[in-house]
């Protein structure tokens, strides 16, 4: 009887796909986030699209690449998890769980679009690796049930999350797999189950027509700039930026003694959480000679020195626009602002920004909104995202028009309040 079964296989997903109307075009894709979510950016449209391509992709063709989540951030009742289940029909599951659980991979091969239903808990620190690794499986070898060996099974299925809070990812060293779209109304279900089927119809016809599902680097950086306004905000930063100013070198046990950990206390986790937190600020370990014996060190990332001559591969664009970054007060919000768009540069070896200069350069950055309370927050986004070493030729200036902020972030960033 199994045997017989396995010979018959089919996918009512494939079925239903297939058997579509082919449209006119694929326009109704171009505008989903807006008209659904009431979000206008550029970026958002594009995280729908290539979802919506993608779990295409999985489903006429198991086990393709598709290592990104969707997240939909917003208020409770706002039929976050409804706008996937009606996308997905039947053939929606909104129970995953922890991802090393057998059953729990199961789960994947049963629906077409898989939601995990404790985000929050997903994303604590020690399961960020796990986490990861999860999403970027093409392929699952489990034992399904009453089956003596295990199994390989492609995946035909997508990730996807939702959340009301304003801060759950963890992870300091990136999250370009999560494509976070900050929901502003109450979705509109009935609509999206009148246009389901015309939606899947250009998505299909996108996926045939060659186009991709993943983002290009630009868009990468912008999505990563996204993930960053929903980082948790770790209890020690605050304390560790006030202890690293001014200072040339620190140790992690001094850090620990300062946040009153007594050395007999202090554990590996401990010195772990305080290097991921000056790795967010723009440390990074180094040696350094003390009372005659070689000890590690934190100290200040150090950029290198411009070259007299330009690199003999030089930036592909035609654009010498500069856009102002501009960190303001507004009540209680910070609010960092791209006033100009322009053409995307591809960073050559080696980098162009000077380590000291009075005000810092961006330059080729699409428009973007960022919203922080927290002044070292907007430090951290800075450094990392804006004149990290994925970067290195972007032209601009930072303004800081509120002296409290410009106070803080002169500690580590040279520049003056207008």
Request: with cysteine.
């Amino acid at each position: 009887m199994t045997e017989l079964a396995e010979q018959n296989q089919y996918s009512p997903i494939e079925n239903y796909l297939t058997s579509l109307p082919v449209p006119a075009d694929t326009s109704i894709l171009d505008n989903i986030a807006e008209r659904y979510f009431g979000v206008s950016s550029a970026i958002y449209q594009i995280f729908v699209r290539k979802t919506l391509i993608g779990a295409v992709a999985r489903a006429l063709s198991p086990g393709c690449k598709h290592d990104t989540a969707l997240i939909l951030q917003g208020k409770q009742g706002y039929k976050k998890s409804t706008f996937f289940k009606i996308l997905a029909g039947e053939y929606f599951d909104d129970s995953l769980g922890a991802v090393s659980d057998k059953d729990e991979r199961l789960k994947l091969h049963r629906a077409w679009f898989v939601e995990w239903s404790e985000l929050e808990s997903i994303f604590k620190r020690r399961d960020v690796s796990n986490t990861k690794a999860f999403l970027s499986s093409s392929i699952d070898a489990v034992r399904p049930p009453y089956c003596r060996d295990t199994q390989d099974f492609p995946r035909a299925s997508v990730i996807v999350a939702t959340t009301n809070k304003d801060e759950f990812l963890s992870d300091e060293t990136g999250n370009r797999r999560f494509w976070i779209i900050p929901v502003q109304k109450r979705i509109d279900t009935k609509l999206l189950a009148s246009e389901r089927d015309a939606i899947w119809a250009a998505a299909v016809a996108a996926y045939k027509a060659g186009e991709s599902w993943w983002l290009d680097y630009e868009e990468e950086l912008n999505a990563e700039t996204i993930a960053q306004e929903f980082q948790t905000t770790d209890p020690w930063l605050n304390a560790i930026v006030d202890y690293i100013k001014n200072r040339e070198f620190v140790i992690l046990s001094d850090i620990l003694n300062q946040l009153q950990i007594d050395l007999g206390r202090q554990e590996k986790s401990h010195q772990m959480r305080v290097a991921g937190i000056l790795k967010v600020l723009g440390w990074e370990k180094n040696f350094k000679v003390i009372g005659g014996k070689r000890c590690r060190v934190w100290m200040q990332a150090q950029v290198p020195d411009p070259p007299l001559d330009p690199p003999l591969d030089p930036p592909r664009s035609t654009s010498n626009h500069e856009v102002d970054l501009e960190v303001v007060q507004a009540e209680t919000l910070a609010t960092v602002v791209f006033e100009n768009q322009t053409q995307r540069v591809d960073p050559p070896d080696p980098p162009l920004i000077p380590k000291s200069i009075s005000q810092i350069k961006i330059r080729n950055l699409k428009f973007q909104i960022l919203r922080t309370g927290k002044i070292p927050k907007v430090l951290a986004i800075f450094r990392r995202r804006w004149i990290g070493p994925r970067n290195p030729h972007q032209n601009g200036s930072l303004r800081v028009h509120h002296l409290k902020i410009a106070r803080s972030i002169g500690q580590q960033i040279t520049t003056k309040p207008q």
